[in-house]
């Protein structure tokens, strides 16, 4: 059985103020629900007040993004190395970062072996744009992400990483995917690329995430998926109603 996990993607929005201000209310709200791993992603400015307001809550903390090297002159980057002194998780990868910030596949795997080198949880971000959809070349396309994102890392740590399944499609458009396309695709080709690294245990304890326009009234579509371990979610994760309504929904059933 693998235990869902609910991450929400600030962003950059929230102050200091306003994030800790949400943060007490998803945690008020969660404070009940077992069974699903909550984890919120402000900016790094807020990490450590949102880890102060997380408390002793059994609530996760992730970063939105890392460098790879441990320190060094690479002005403006933060380091695995401080970020495993503040959260548990980093998010790799997400297609902004692709997109806006040139970010590849190979950089992608030497952050995510950094991170778990650090201790630290890489939520790694795949999924194909609208074109590569229309082309029928998403299961070539995630697969070929997944292998490399997971070149050279052991089982072991294999089995630790976090997969978001998010058509960039469906990010921030309201348009979320299928939730049975979905659940074809995670089996095919994410669960599918890590059978063929790892070996079938691995790939069934890897734990995958759907984002894109997850919100409140779509999400329990994609909890009852058999292939599909909880969400990754922005625009909803601004709000504690919708935030906490999503966490849930997307527990065990
Ligand atoms: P969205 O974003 O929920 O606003 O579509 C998801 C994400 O980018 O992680």
């Not at 709200?29 to 992603?41: K, P, R």
């Not at 695995?80 to 590849?104: D, K, N, W």
């Not at 790694?124 to 082309?135: D, H, K, S």
Request: hydrophobic share 45%; glycine share 12%; charged share 20%.
């Amino acid at each position: 059985m693998r235990t869902p996990i609910v991450a929400g993607n600030w962003k950059m929005h929230k102050t200091i103020a306003e994030a800790v201000e949400l943060t007490r209310d998803v945690r008020r709200g969660v404070m009940d629900v077992e069974g699903v791993q909550v984890v919120l992603c402000p900016p790094f400015t807020a990490l450590a007040a949102v880890r102060e307001a997380i408390g002793p809550a059994g609530i996760g903390l992730g970063a939105q993004n890392m460098h790879y090297e441990e320190q060094g002159a690479f002005t403006g980057e933060i380091s695995p190395l401080m970020l495993a002194e503040l959260c548990q998780y980093v998010i790799l990868g997400h297609s902004e970062r692709r997109q806006y910030f040139g970010e590849t596949d190979e950089g992608v795997n030497k952050k995510a072996r950094a991170a778990l080198a650090h201790g630290l949880t890489p939520i790694i971000c795949v999924g194909e744009n609208l074109e590569q959809n229309r082309a029928g070349e998403t299961a070539a396309f995630v697969g070929g992400q997944v292998r490399a994102a997971f070149e050279g890392i052991s089982a072991e740590d294999a089995a630790r990483i976090v997969v978001a399944y998010e058509p960039i499609w469906a990010i921030g458009t309201g348009v979320a995917a299928v939730p049975a396309e979905v659940n074809r695709i995670i089996g095919l080709s994410i669960r599918g690329a890590l059978a063929d690294m790892y070996g079938e245990a691995v790939a069934q304890s890897v734990r995958v995430q759907y984002g894109g326009s997850v919100k409140p009234d779509n999400v329990a579509d994609f909890a009852v998926q058999s292939e599909i371990d909880g969400a990754l979610v922005g625009g909803a994760s601004l709000r504690a109603d919708s935030f906490v309504a999503i966490v849930k929904a997307s527990r065990p059933r």
